[in-house]
């Protein structure tokens, strides 16, 4: 499994956040606002989350070259029209990376030429799970409004590359869009669209539980037996602000509630980044959870587990298939005690409810203040809302004109296109 990769499209120097947060006088609002601070309510301070490391979501001299968080990305740009993704080409300048551009709740997405290329259906597939993950119950609303809030003002990004090598070109070629904070890559090359990976691609429920132990066969099913890493990877940007939003909850460290709960879990197995790893399903240790990457760190781990937690929960891993193939790195595929339990025949094999209380209670509670970002239900590439509060698009443009963003709709006003439109 890959950590979430941080993607800036090309190397940029970024403050302390000591320097950035700390002696500015940042009240709660302002100090969240930064995107690498953290407000203390004890002595009314704002503070470094990140200790003396790089400020990479903003804040002085951050992403935005100004003196506080970056600019709202796309501003104006319209990402959903008539029940299906509005794309934009071409992207507005310094976004010369991207050949198309689209937002999801008013956060931006780049798709790379070559992405656009290869399928432009898993283009649309990791936009439909995007606003899924933002909006899991399709009522056109996002469901944590100060998530939501957190990673448009912070300028987080989602890069959707066709391929590693072109995620790694891009880089190389163009500089960084203005105003990014946060970034996360998804590429189209792991988009995996009808995964049996989702209950409802295997013909079980998404929401009736009791369906999913007659499905985790998925041998002979028409859904796709690959992973779809969709999920994961959005689940991580949205997870780097739920951990600036709500620290003591998914802080991405063991003092946190979910990194105390996931360092629990690992009981003594140890990790590749200290040296100790053992293989949890060999029977060398007691834990349900190690992961053998020298690379990931405490930090890593914590927003990776999060996510394995989560997905767990809403079944996207109780399959015969999945559960075996990750079986030396989490034990906990099984979402409820009441389950039958896979893998079968592995001494640390348990269900996250039993095996793990804790973290079970953390991503069950998918409404409570602090909690309503989680999926309750596991995404599968078809979103069914219609976002609301966005700006929508003008339906009335000639042919040689095209929708315009707000801002730009004054500027167009005098010329041969109607309100609303600008020229092509």
Known sequence: ???????????AAAQNGEEVCENKGYD??????????QFDPS??????????????????GGGSGGGGPPAVLLSGVVGWADGAVLWHDPPPSGWEACHKVTTVFGIAVCVT??????????????????????????DGNVDDSTVHAHMVANGYLLFVPATESDAESTARTYAIPPGVGQSQMTGVWEAVPNSCDTPTNRGASASDRSTWAAAVDTSDLSC???RDATTEEVLHLITMAAA????ELWGESYSSAAGA???????????????????????????????DDETCDERCIVVERIYWASVAYIGGLYTQQRAASIQNEWLLATPDASMAVEPPGVANAISLQAGSPDLYALVADTTSVGHAWLPA???????????????????????????ASRRRRLLFASMPCPEGCEPI
């Open 1 to 11: 499994m890959r950590f979430w990769l941080a993607l800036h499209l090309a190397a």
């Open 244 to 247: 600036f939003v709500y620290p």
């Open 113 to 138: 030429s070559a992405a656009w290329s290869v399928s432009q259906e898993r283009c649309n597939h990791v936009v439909h799970v995007f606003y899924q993950l933002m909006d899991n119950d399709a």
């Open 28 to 37: 709660p609002s302002e100090c969240a606002a930064i995107g690498c601070c």
């Open 43 to 60: 002595n009314e301070q704002c503070w470094s989350a990140v200790g003396p490391g790089p400020c990479i979501a903003g804040g002085d």
């Open 261 to 291: 709960a996931i360092q629990a879990a690992n009981g003594d197995c140890g990790w590749g980044y200290s040296g100790d790893w053992k293989d949890p399903s060999g029977n060398g240790c007691t834990g349900h959870y190690a992961y």
């Open 224 to 226: 796709d037996s690959q």
């Open 377 to 403: 239900i596991m995404p599968d590439g078809r979103y069914t809302g219609t976002p609301t509060g966005m700006p929508m698009p003008s339906t009335a443009c000639p042919a040689n004109c095209k929708p």
